[in-house]
């Protein structure tokens, strides 16, 4: 993250305050965790792997199912709750670890907002998406990569904003994905396009590391082999380019084609070889002068040449990666006669994001998981996915989704083009609640809600321990190093009993008592112990006892929409007509920030 800075800056009012996140444990309810009977492959070398062979043509084959074994593919995590305590959970065991981060927040459409100033509603999307993003970038690996679909209303902004949290050299592209095919006759431009908004976290790295796109059956279409070249099929490129600064002299000449005929280029264009290099190229049958040999030449570009993939372009048409309708269409499909999710991204964006931006047993984070239209993709692409929900459709939506691709049972979106047939699983999570609340004396206390195994965990990770208990040694619940141990308990420790542990330690280890209370006045006498009292060592660590970090904005007025989320007004329906205006109620379940139709939903 720039810690330097910059000369520019987006500034606004509150923009300096940051909460101070309580990292929380995730606790897992095992009913709602799914599993399929098998395990699945995902590594590199897997089932998975060299999608690119598979799907640029080399070998068209379908792709084998990914049910043999070696590798688990069963940790993948639905975490219900605030994505901002959600991502502070998942910060110490995956900082430098998330490959590919896609996020589809709530757009700010202004709608939701009625007696409000616009620039302060503005502001608080900002610290809210600020937050979420700081943390995001620390998720990323060195070469991850984060995609953001924003539109309109919010995309400048927070462009910038992002240039300040990854560093303006980070940015990779704006994408428009053309997200309907249709007008919307009743505004004065119809926005038709939404923005993708792509940064790496080290660019350089990204350039080297990001996946080239498979040629589509389109474009390998445009290979034809006229003259039986025993090098295959080829397609011909244009032999000249603009004279610009830097051609050499000997790019300026005159071709005599097989037919006799004098070519000359177009005035301001010259040939892209010099002249020896053209002969050679001639010599090896890489010019193509046409049937007759009279043509003005063109260079044969082989299609085994082009097998390495096509550079990703920063437009994204419909005909490629569906549109909303398509996205709402892949979700009645899998759940007929229920109202679809109202903001669905379309399966096929989604693969198009991680064909680029990961490779097989990669992690794909995102944490406005919506429908769990990433998890889906990433599930059956072979890629392992965490994935945060604040909404009830957490297990109204997205568990059935994911039960059916686990099942195999899910035949829409993409499926049968990565050749899915099912397997792995994912586990669910709560947040844990706060470690401390108030007691009738307005003092913090360790929550009752903790059992010791939930403490120790938690202590851990304040701590910055890991927490790995040990089955035979009862003061080992943690480590930081090989040497360094953590204890957590809720007693009163007494001399006798330092005395012990001390010992048992011994020598070249150290141990982090964590205790309730303690009857010693030298602890001196015991160096390679050290003791903290709980809760009040760790009492000014962070912000107790606070559940969801977009309760101000869920708190505040909603007014009529002004400019909307125009995608779904305009959008067509999923039989690709024209889509009505979409209620007042409608609008406010989309426009809401960060929580649901005004209603907060606080994660248990
Ligand atoms: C536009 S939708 C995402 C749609 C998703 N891409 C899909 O294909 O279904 C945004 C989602 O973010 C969720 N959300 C908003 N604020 C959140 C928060 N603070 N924590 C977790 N999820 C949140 C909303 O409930 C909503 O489901």
């Known amino acids: 993250m720039a ?74 995590r639905l975490i219900f709750g605030d994505n901002l305590l959600a991502l502070k959970a998942l910060e110490q065991e995956f900082t430098g670890k998330i490959r590919c981060v896609f996020i589809d927040p709530p757009y700010n459409t ?57 560093e303006r ?59 039986n070249d025993p090098r295959g099929a080829w397609a011909s490129l244009p032999a000249h380019a603009k004279a610009e600064k830097g051609r050499r002299k000997a790019q300026f000449f005159t071709v005599t084609t097989p ?22 190229m001639v010599e090896d049958n890489r010019i193509w002068f046409g049937a007759d040999g009279a043509n003005v030449p063109r260079v044969k570009k082989f299609l085994s040449e082009v097998k390495a993939g096509l550079v990703p372009s920063t437009i994204w048409f419909h005909s490629e ?3 909303t309708g398509t996205a709402k269409a892949e979700l009645t499909s899998l759940f007929p006669g229920e109202t679809p999710f109202s903001t669905p991204k379309p399966e096929a964006l989604l693969q198009r994001v991680l064909l680029i931006a990961t490779n097989p047993g990669d992690l794909v984070l995102d944490s406005f998981a919506g429908s769990g239209t990433t998890g889906a993709v990433a599930h059956k692409m072979g890629r392992r996915w965490i994935m945060v929900e604040l909404g009830e459709h957490c297990h109204t939506h997205i568990i059935p989704r994911l039960k059916k ?65 040990s089955e035979t040694v009862y003061w080992q619940h943690g480590h930081s190093t090989e040497n360094d141990y953590i204890y957590v308990t809720t007693q009163t420790l007494t001399r006798e009993q330092f005395q012990k542990l001390s010992d048992e330690v011994g020598e070249g280890r150290s141990l982090l008592i964590m205790c309730g209370a303690f009857r010693v006045k030298n602890l001196d006498e015991f160096p390679n112990l050290t003791v903290k009292k709980i809760p009040k060592a760790v009492l000014s660590r962070c912000e107790w006892g606070r559940d969801d970090y977009s309760l101000e904005i869920a708190h505040l007025p909603m007014r009529e929409a002004v400019s909307d989320q125009r995608s779904e007004v305009s959008e067509e329906d999923t039989a690709g007509n024209p889509r009505k205006s979409r209620t007042k109620e409608e609008r406010r379940a989309q426009a809401s920030l960060f929580d649901l139709n005004g209603k907060k939903e606080v994660p248990s």
């Open 3 to 76: 810690n330097h800075k910059t000369k520019l800056e987006l500034t606004w009012i509150g923009k300096e305050n940051r909460p101070k996140l309580e990292p929380r444990i995730l606790v897992e309810d095992q009913g709602k965790s799914y599993h399929a009977k098998f395990r699945i492959k995902t590594g590199k070398s897997a089932d998975f792997a060299d999608e690119r062979r598979l799907t640029s043509g080399q070998d068209s084959s379908p792709r084998k199912s990914a049910q043999s074994a070696d590798e688990d593919f069963f940790d993948n």
């Open 110 to 166: 202004g709608s939701a907002f009625t007696h409000y100033d616009d620039g302060i509603e503005h502001s608080l999307w900002l610290t809210l998406m600020r937050d979420r993003l700081e943390l995001i970038w620390r998720l990323l690996s060195d070469d991850g990569s984060l995609w953001i679909t924003i539109d309109d209303n919010e995309a400048h902004y927070l462009k910038v904003l992002c240039d300040e949290i990854f």
């Open 169 to 227: 050299a980070n940015f990779v592209a704006n994408v428009l994905w053309q997200k309907s095919h249709t007008r919307e006759n009743r505004t004065d431009i119809s926005a038709v396009h939404d923005h993708v908004l792509v940064f790496a976290k080290q660019h350089e790295i990204f350039k080297n590391k990001r996946n080239p796109l498979p040629a589509s059956e389109d474009q390998l279409g445009r290979y034809e082999n006229p003259d």
């Open 259 to 280: 037919s006799g005929r004098k070519v000359d280029t177009p005035a301001g264009r010259c040939w892209l070889y010099t002249e020896e290099r053209f002969r050679e």
């Open 321 to 323: 990666v569906g549109t």
């Open 405 to 469: 691709v686990i099942d195999g049972t899910d035949k829409g979106g993409i499926t049968e083009a990565v050749g899915w047939k099912g397997g792995g699983g994912f586990r669910y999570y709560r947040l844990a609640p706060s470690l401390l609340e108030k007691d009738q004396f307005n003092n913090w206390i360790i929550s009752k809600k903790f059992n010791p195994a939930m403490l120790a965990e938690a202590i851990c990770k304040l701590e910055g321990f890991t927490y790995a208990p």
